[in-house]
């Protein structure tokens, strides 16, 4: 059996061959927007053709085979380069764990799922293995110069392997990495464009941590920034804003799909307040709030019309129950009125 469809390239190495081209204005001439001048001002990343191909196959695929609805993942941190030849670079808070959680429990509920994830951050399946000990080692033991699976871990690990066979042999999770923003919004960008054919039965879940500000490959220095580059011992950074996508993603990119975002505050008090001023902007479905402390308990539906916690309680925690257990299927009722809705 072949694993799980994943593409065989790296993201988190830098492109070391873009030189930087001094020609390209920093503010292209008015009249466009801040995304159109984003795209016509930064390069696409070289492998996208390749991942183009690859998901326009899983689509193709399961429109002719299976007929499941689709859903696009992001999970994990962006990270902004400081330098061309990336030794620096500015991360985002993000583990993986929302999004690896959630592509398992839309794939239990019949989805077909692409998931396009910081490299190296958690995976379906292999999350319950790669973070949780010290070693993967430490899930084995010998027996007679035999290497077997720990007994205390075998009922879940069965569990755990039989879930992911099956993802493989139906074909339904495409793993597409990331690592910088730009990767980021050009694999998004290509990705929405694919699903367009789609219709409603399309569905994004953006969980991922994207990088507010960067450094426009215009200003971004080639090499590694020295020391002597301080004034008085400081080093000065300017970013700049990263152009808001979604509108693009929800009135252009994939049009007539539904949209999760979410939205990760600090204070309870303004959660709620922007996560409406976030479906005002972008007049998308559903935001989900969550706080950075309380994330893996409790979280937060705002819709135009309405708002709700879903809340573990203390003996679920202590149960580990897992909150996407109980925010998939309700993200999906959603889908399904949002199919009833508008029909393709
Ligand atoms: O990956 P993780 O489980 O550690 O964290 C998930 C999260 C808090 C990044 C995610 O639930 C989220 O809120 N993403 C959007 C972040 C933002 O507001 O940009």
Known sequence: ???????????????????????????APAHISDEDKYFRNHEPPAYLPEIEKEIEQFIQFHKENTNRRIVLVTSGGTTVPLENNTVRFIDNFSAG??????AEYFLENGYAVIFLHR?????????????STNCFLDFMTENNGKIEINSKYTEEMLLVLRKYNQAQ???????????????????????????HVLGSTALFYLAAAVSDFFIPKSRLSEHKIQSSAT????????????????????????????????????????????ATT????????????????????EVVFVTPNDSHWIKLT?????????????MIPEVIKHHSEWITQHPN
Do not use: C
């Not at 902007?281 to 989900?288: A, E, M, N, P, T």
């Open 1 to 27: 059996m072949s694993p799980i469809h994943q593409v065989q390239f790296h993201t988190s190495f830098p492109d070391t061959s873009a030189a930087i081209d001094r020609r390209i204005p920093e503010f």
């Open 97 to 102: 764990t929302r999004g690896a959680t959630s």
């Open 119 to 131: 490299e190296y951050s958690l995976l379906p399946y292999s999350r319950h293995y790669s973070h």
């Open 169 to 195: 042999a139906n074909n339904t999770l495409l793993l597409i990495p990331f690592t910088t923003v730009n990767q980021y919004l050009y694999t998004l960008k290509s990705a929405a464009e694919k699903m």
């Open 231 to 274: 004034v008085d011992g400081q080093l000065q950074i300017n970013l700049s804003q990263v152009p808001k996508f979604l509108s693009r993603l929800v009135d252009n990119w994939a049009q007539g799909a539904m949209f999760v975002s979410f939205k990760l505050e600090t204070d309870s008090n303004i959660l709620i307040q922007k």
């Open 278 to 297: 976030a479906l005002e902007r972008y007049h998308h479905q559903l935001v989900i709030g969550n706080l950075l402390q309380t994330r893996k308990n």
């Open 314 to 326: 203390e003996d679920e925690i202590k149960d580990h129950i897992e909150i996407e257990s109980r």
